[in-house]
């Protein structure tokens, strides 16, 4: 004799079906936002990361024959309170490029002008984002101007920082 299932045998069985599917949903809801936030905090360092490279391949064009161009190292590199200059060059001819961080939007901006140019205290509506979300972005250079340290904290306590060796003053 074929024995059927009970209407109760039924309904539990569906009632069992359901809460393994609400475990199941809510697993992946919160593994696959983690999943994101782990994307977004490699997508930010990866991002940082290229802006430090920038900055060192600044500094790598940049070196001059400084007894030619009667420019003492101090002069090549600004760095203040989130903003950051460096004389180099591009395409030939000798620039200054400005970082600089906005702390009211949490943006690093970067333009170009040309060396001699004197630096506005506005930042321009064509300079270009290059980091965003951050909390602060400070250069430093010590008092020999020997090194200059550049350390970035990002969203949620990340953060992320390089110290550029760039030559004595003679």
């Known amino acids: 004799m074929s024995r059927a ?13 359901g809460v393994l599917m609400g475990v199941g949903v809510s ?17 930010w360092e990866r991002s ?18 400084l007894a030619r161009d009667n420019a003492p ?9 989130g903003e950051l200059a460096i004389r180099t060059r591009e395409r030939g001819e000798e620039i200054r490029r400005i970082y600089r961080f906005d702390a009211s939007t949490g943006e ?3 333009w170009t002008v040309a060396a001699d140019t004197r630096v506005s205290p506005s930042t321009p509506s064509g300079a270009a984002i290059v980091l965003a979300g951050l909390r602060s972005f400070e250069a430093e250079l010590d008092d020999l101007y020997t ?23 003679p």
């Open 73 to 81: 190292p101090t002069r090549r590199l600004q760095a203040q309170s």
């Open 147 to 169: 090194t200059l340290d550049v350390q970035i904290a990002g969203p949620e306590n990340s953060g992320i920082s390089r110290t550029f060796r760039i030559g004595a003053v």
């Open 5 to 17: 299932m009970t209407l109760i045998e039924l309904l539990l069985a569906l009632a069992l079906l």
């Open 108 to 110: 690093l901006r970067t």
């Open 27 to 43: 697993w992946i809801t919160t593994s696959s936002g983690l999943a994101r936030e782990q994307s977004d905090r490699l997508r």
């Open 48 to 65: 940082a990361n290229a802006l430090l490279q920038a900055i060192h391949d600044d500094l790598a064009t940049g070196e001059f024959n």
